[in-house]
């Protein structure tokens, strides 16, 4: 991290020579989120490449912001782990997110559109408490997007995490989403709301009643949905 050194005593400059190279501060996102194994991280950004992810661990590493440990409950599996020092960036990281939701334009932020991270994000912020008791299968489908991306399907038992997965589990589907991904980022974002896409034909609910009618509280929604809009 010391090629691109802007040679200032600063403590703003010196922390910039850290965190401010390309997907560094999207990496501290995924951590501080609590992905902590490398396909996850992946799967938190997927349009990095597995050894640029690999190098930008590596300068954390060096940096003292994260740790490699071996898991204590799979053998021969490592995990990233932040340190003190990479657990005080929570906040500023926080505040990044803020500060975009509010201030960067609706328009430009959906048009960067990513099926992967969507659901990726979508599966960690689920609140299952607005769910029926017992294992609910919600498939997400979006019919504009190539084969492969197409569909997705969250899986939610009880006493468990809640899984992801881009291939068809075999269990049977409780509730079937239809969307085009623009309507359902921007919803995810607090840009919309499920009523409103629903209404408008954008999206369709076909399955269980009750979780289709509470899926605006299960949903969960981007940690920054809740911000107000100040861009004009």
């Known amino acids: 991290m010391t090629q691109g050194s802007y040679k200032q005593f600063c403590p703003v400059a010196m922390a910039a020579e850290v965190l401010c190279t390309r997907w560094t501060v999207v990496l501290l996102r995924e951590l501080v989120a609590g992905s902590t194994r490398f396909n996850d991280l992946r799967r938190g950004v997927p349009r990095m490449s597995p050894a640029l992810l690999s190098q930008r661990l590596k300068d954390l590493e060096v940096a003292g912001v994260v740790y490699r440990a071996a898991s204590p409950r799979d053998p021969g599996v490592f995990e990233y782990q932040l340190t003190p020092a990479g657990r005080e960036l929570a906040p500023l990281i926080d505040a990044f997110g803020v500060w975009g ?13 990513d099926v992967s991270l969507l659901m990726w994000d979508m599966r960690r912020n689920l609140d299952t408490r607005p769910m029926p008791k017992g294992r609910h299968v919600i498939q997400f489908q979006y019919p504009e997007l190539p084969a492969p991306q197409r569909a997705w399907w969250l899986i939610v038992a009880p006493d468990e995490p809640v899984d992801l997965c881009s291939v068809d589990p075999g269990f049977d589907v409780d509730l079937f989403v239809t969307s085009d991904l623009r309507s359902m980022t921007a919803i995810w974002m607090g840009m919309d709301s499920v009523r409103s896409a629903v209404a408008s034909g954008r999206v369709m609910l076909t399955g269980e009643r009750q979780l289709a009618a509470d899926m605006q509280a299960w949903l969960g929604l981007s940690p920054f949905a809740k911000e107000r809009k100040l861009a004009s």
């Not at 939701?101 to 559109?113: A, F, G, T």
């Open 101 to 113: 939701q509010r201030w960067i334009e609706s328009e430009p932020s959906l048009r960067n559109l």
